[in-house]
């Protein structure tokens, strides 16, 4: 029993983490603002969306399977940290960093090899409900810039985001039309919105206000 205790603890405490962890993506864009959200709060925001959702369209997915997704997704980055695209490691070199960090944050539960399953099932992106959970995942973030671009402490001419307009991938974007940060992020994630629900919900946050919706 007090293996056990010790054991849970020593998770909670790991994963728990997350709760100071600010997402780097707003960093890399020279966000403006006192207070910016956690990879624990981004968590959440991809929960309440994926609830959201299933709650006003037919999907047909598992949403307690998908919400264990999304609850274990970022558990990596309690050792690697939020890595960005603008980082140095290549897709496949995060790929066997974030594994690596999964397998030892993981270890000490009883139920670790049903929770590494269930994350490289996200991570590969093959079954209805990996998809629905990653579609979730980059709408809340996407969702999340367009938050930040209304309150105006994200701004794409900001002359500290100069030399991240020379990338080649958001000079791309911007070629095709992007005008804000968050058409950025919006237009960089539209490929991976292979369900109708989920474009359309995209178009609409890139085209409406959002911060007048809350009541």
Same mark, same amino acid.
């Given at each position: 029993?007090?293996?056990?205790?010790?054991?849970?603890?020593?998770?909670?405490?790991?994963?728990?983490?997350? $709760?100071?962890?600010?997402?780097?993506?707003?960093?890399?864009?020279?966000?403006?603002?006192?207070?910016?959200?956690?990879? !624990?709060?981004?968590? *959440?925001?991809?929960?309440?969306?994926?609830?959201?959702?299933?709650?006003?369209?037919?999907?047909?997915?598992?949403?307690?399977?998908?919400?264990?997704?999304?609850?274990?997704?970022?558990?990596?980055?309690?050792?690697?940290?939020?890595?960005?695209?603008?980082?140095?490691?290549?897709?496949?070199?995060?790929?066997?960093?974030?594994?690596?960090?999964?397998?030892?944050?993981?270890?000490?539960?009883?139920?670790?090899?049903?929770?590494?399953?269930?994350?490289?099932?996200?991570?590969?992106?093959?079954?209805?409900? =990996?998809?629905?959970? $990653?579609?979730?995942?980059?709408? /809340?973030?996407?969702?999340? =810039?367009?938050?930040?671009?209304?309150?105006?402490?994200?701004?794409? &001419?900001? !002359?500290? @985001?100069? *030399?991240?307009?020379?990338?080649?991938?958001? &000079? $791309?974007?911007?070629?095709?039309? !992007? $005008?804000?940060? =968050?058409?950025?992020?919006?237009?960089?994630?539209?490929?991976?919105?292979?369900?109708?629900?989920?474009? @359309?919900?995209?178009? *609409?946050?890139?085209? @409406? /206000?959002?911060?007048?919706?809350?009541?």
């Amino acid at each position: 029993m007090k293996q056990k205790i010790e054991s849970l603890l020593q998770f909670y405490l790991l994963a728990t983490e997350l $709760k100071n962890k600010i997402r780097n993506g707003w960093r890399v864009w020279n966000i403006d603002r006192e207070r910016v959200e956690s990879v !624990a709060e981004h968590i *959440y925001g991809t929960c309440i969306l994926a609830i959201s959702i299933d709650s006003q369209f037919e999907l047909d997915v598992n949403l307690d399977k998908v919400v264990m997704m999304l609850v274990l997704h970022e558990i990596e980055e309690i050792r690697i940290g939020d890595l960005t695209p603008f980082d140095k490691q290549t897709k496949e070199e995060r790929r066997v960093l974030g594994k690596q960090a999964v397998e030892d944050v993981l270890s000490v539960l009883d139920k670790k090899v049903e929770y590494v399953e269930l994350i490289e099932e996200f991570e590969e992106r093959k079954t209805k409900e =990996s998809l629905f959970a $990653k579609m979730c995942d980059k709408l /809340e973030a996407d969702i999340q =810039s367009k938050i930040y671009c209304e309150e105006g402490c994200m701004d794409i &001419q900001k !002359a500290e @985001n100069q *030399y991240l307009l020379k990338d080649s991938r958001i &000079q $791309k974007l911007l070629e095709e039309g !992007a $005008k804000s940060i =968050s058409d950025l992020f919006i237009e960089n994630d539209r490929p991976i919105f292979t369900e109708k629900v989920f474009e @359309n919900i995209a178009d *609409y946050v890139k085209e @409406n /206000e959002l911060l007048h919706l809350k009541k």
